[in-house]
T-cell receptor, first 111, second 115 residues
Framework: GDSVTQMEGPVTLSEEAFLTINCTYT??????LFWYVQYPGEGLQLLLK?????DKGSNKGFEATYRKETTSFHLEKGSVQVSDSAVYFC??????????FGEGTQLTVNP | ETGVTQSPTHLIKTRGQQVTLRCSSQ?????VSWYQQALGQGPQFIFQ???????GRGNFPPRFSGLQFPNYSSELNVNALELDDSALYLC??????????????FGNGTRLTVT
C-alpha cells in the first residue's frame, strides 16, 4: 500500500538556520505530493504541493522538489523564523480522494 | 470565503457511548473527508463523502459511519466508543470537478476524549 516516511523528530533550530525535513514515499500509482503544517491547537494547512516529477512546490520561503528517481519530497527553508515552529506533515495522494500522511516532524525554532 | 468549521471543539465521552461530530465544508466545495489523528501521529483517512454517498473508506470498522447533507455539510458518527477512539477528528473539504480534486482544506478538528 501507499506510505510516507518522514525523518524522525523533533527538530530544534536557532532562528535563521537552514531547515531540511526529509520525506520519502511508496506509492502504487503516480502520486501528487504535499506538505501540510499544523500549528498548536489548529487543523492542517496546505503549505505546498507538486503534482509531477521535477516539479518544485514553494510557499512562504519553503520549497520541496518532487524526485521520482529517489521517491523523495524533502522540505527546505533557507532561514527559519520562530513563527515557523509547528508540526510538518508530508503526504501523498494517488486518487485525489484521500491523503496518506507521514507521522509528522515537530519543528521548534529558538530566538 | 467561509472555511471548514467543526463542532464541538472538545468532547468527553464514556466507553460504550455514541458520539456525533459535525462539519460544515468550505463554500464551493462538494466533497467532505474525515480523518482521525491520534496524539503524536499523522492523520488517518476514515472516509470521504461525495453526492451524499460514501466514496472511499480507510481501515476503520463499521461503527464509524457518516452522512453528507444536500448543503455538503457532514456528520461523523462513532458507536460503541473505545478508549483508542480518543483522538483529534479532522474534517476536510474539497471540490471535485470532471474527476479532478482541488487540495483539501481542513477544519481545526474536534478533540474527542473517551474515558
Amino acid at each position: 500500500g501507499d506510505s510516507v516516511t518522514q525523518m524522525e523528530g523533533p527538530v530544534t533550530l536557532s532562528e535563521e538556520a537552514f531547515l531540511t525535513i526529509n520525506c520519502t514515499y511508496t506509492a502504487t500509482g503516480y502520486p501528487s505530493l504535499f506538505w501540510y503544517v499544523q500549528y498548536p491547537g489548529e487543523g492542517l494547512q496546505l503549505l505546498l504541493k507538486a503534482t509531477k516529477a521535477d516539479d518544485k512546490g514553494s510557499n512562504k520561503g519553503f520549497e520541496a522538489t518532487y524526485r521520482k528517481e529517489t521517491t523523495s519530497f524533502h522540505l527546505e527553508k533557507g532561514s527559519v523564523q520562530v513563527s515557523d515552529s509547528a508540526v510538518y506533515f508530508c503526504a501523498l495522494s494517488v486518487s485525489g480522494s484521500r491523503l496518506t500522511f507521514g507521522e509528522g516532524t515537530q519543528l521548534t525554532v529558538n530566538p | 470565503e467561509t472555511g471548514v468549521t467543526q463542532s464541538p471543539t472538545h468532547l468527553i465521552k464514556t466507553r460504550g457511548q455514541q458520539v456525533t461530530l459535525r462539519c460544515s465544508s468550505q463554500s464551493g466545495h462538494n466533497t467532505v473527508s474525515w480523518y482521525q489523528q491520534a496524539l503524536g501521529q499523522g492523520p488517518q483517512f476514515i472516509f470521504q463523502y461525495y453526492r451524499e454517498e460514501e466514496n472511499g473508506r480507510g481501515n476503520f470498522p463499521p461503527r464509524f459511519s457518516g452522512l453528507q447533507f444536500p448543503n455538503y455539510s457532514s456528520e461523523l458518527n462513532v458507536n460503541a466508543l473505545e478508549l483508542d477512539d480518543s483522538a483529534l477528528y479532522l474534517c476536510a473539504s474539497s471540490l471535485v470537478s470532471r474527476g479532478a480534486y482541488s487540495p483539501l482544506h481542513f477544519g481545526n478538528g474536534t478533540r474527542l476524549t473517551v474515558t
